[in-house]
């Protein structure tokens, strides 16, 4: 089936430095990919819809400047965050529709900012 | 907007117990719904999921259908497993490939041996 890679699985990082993290369709074309972040035992909060080759459509109330995504392939989405602080602490996973009605998931991307 | 709600957790039952879980959900349209699983530390994985009022999803022993007249999807099971134990999420999604998914909060399992 499809798969959706995640990449890197966990980092840690200081404080004020940024952290990109990478989300791939392995078998499929992915015109449009979803970003999500989920805090501890909470629900996937969506963040913003990457659309490759156009700006990322942010959801209201995330820092577009703070979370920088780029679609620059059918195949590649990238979420940059920036200047991290420890509240950006989280899992981050990104998402992609294979038809309107299957979605596949990374396997999310555990960020510490220390 | 679109929204799922679903019953509050953790949810504690003893093996071989019936669950059942609550989904309700408000959209325009007609969204496909969804039931995903998180087990811990893990992304998610699609569970099962219906298209259509009155389909009904089925995998690995859970069933959910798609109630149109209720707006529900309540996912069931008539035996859990210790290994059932996990985040499940209900979910909806437009018709259309660039639609997002939007979840309803979660519902913790604990399956007790």
């Known amino acids: 089936g499809a798969v959706v890679s995640q990449h890197p699985s966990w980092v840690i990082c200081k404080s004020g430095t940024s952290v990109k993290i990478e989300c791939r369709s392995l078998?499929?074309?992915?015109?449009?990919m979803f970003w999500y972040r989920q805090f501890p035992k909470q629900s996937l909060m969506l963040m913003a819809t990457s659309n490759e080759g156009s700006k990322a459509t942010y959801e209201q109330g995330v820092e577009k400047d703070k979370f920088l995504i780029n679609h620059a392939s059918l195949t590649l989405s990238t979420l940059t965050v920036t200047s991290a602080h420890p509240e950006d602490s989280s899992f981050y996973i990104c998402?992609?529709?294979?038809?309107?009605?299957?979605?596949?998931f990374g396997q999310g991307t555990r960020l510490t900012v220390v | 907007g679109d929204s799922v709600t679903q019953m509050e957790g953790p949810v504690t039952l003893s093996e071989e117990a019936f669950l059942t879980i609550n989904c309700t959900y408000t959209a325009t349209g007609y969204p496909s719904l969804f039931w995903y699983v998180q087990y811990p530390g893990e992304g998610l994985q699609l569970l099962l999921k219906?298209?259509?009022?009155?389909d009904k999803g089925s995998n690995k022993g859970f069933e959910a259908t798609y109630r149109k007249e209720t707006t529900s999807f309540h996912l069931e099971k008539g035996s859990v497993q210790v290994s059932d134990s996990a985040v499940y999420f209900c979910?909806?999604?437009?018709?259309?490939?660039?639609?997002?998914?939007?979840f309803g909060k979660g519902t913790r399992l604990h399956i007790l041996p």
């Open positions: 998402s992609a529709k294979v038809t309107r009605t299957e979605a596949f």
């Open positions: 219906a298209t259509k009022a009155d």
């Open positions: 979910a909806l999604s437009g018709g259309s490939r660039d639609d997002k998914i939007i």
């Open positions: 078998d499929f074309q992915a015109t449009t």
